[in-house]
């Protein structure tokens, strides 16, 4: 059993960075690739970011890409989701996912088995 914990929202301006952290408990983190989701209001969850297991390979979607890096410590069973140049946009409850047992970075919802409870980050003036 994998547990997530998300940290690290809170309400920025336009232009703004903020980093976002994901304790995970459990043996197994290193073996399990990792992505980052949000939701905005009206809308469904959809895809950030995901990091393979060891790290060596990330994804991002369109709408973040090189305004947000993601990365993770093995040693400390965290992951990170950096977010630069933050616009309203942004604004969401982001959730960090495990794909326990799945090693190779995704894109897809579905091959992720574990969730956290989610941190609000809102990007408003």
């Known amino acids: 059993q994998v547990q997530l914990e998300e940290s690290g929202g809170g309400l920025v301006q336009p232009g703004d960075s903020l980093r976002l952290s994901c304790a995970s408990s459990g043996r197994t983190f290193s073996a399990n690739a990792m992505g980052w989701f949000r939701q905005a209001p009206g809308k469904e969850r959809e895809f950030v970011a995901t990091i393979s297991s060891g790290g060596g390979s990330t994804g991002y979607a369109d709408s973040v890409k090189g305004r947000f890096t993601i990365s993770r410590d093995n040693a400390k069973k965290t992951l990170y989701l950096q977010m630069n140049n933050l616009t309203p946009e942004d604004t969401a409850v982001y959730y960090c996912?495990?794909?326990?047992?799945?090693?190779?970075?995704?894109?897809?919802?579905?091959?992720?088995?574990?969730w956290g409870q989610g941190t609000q980050v809102t990007v408003s003036s």
């Open positions: 996912a495990a794909a326990v047992g799945r090693p190779y970075t995704s894109s897809l919802e579905y091959r992720y088995n574990s």
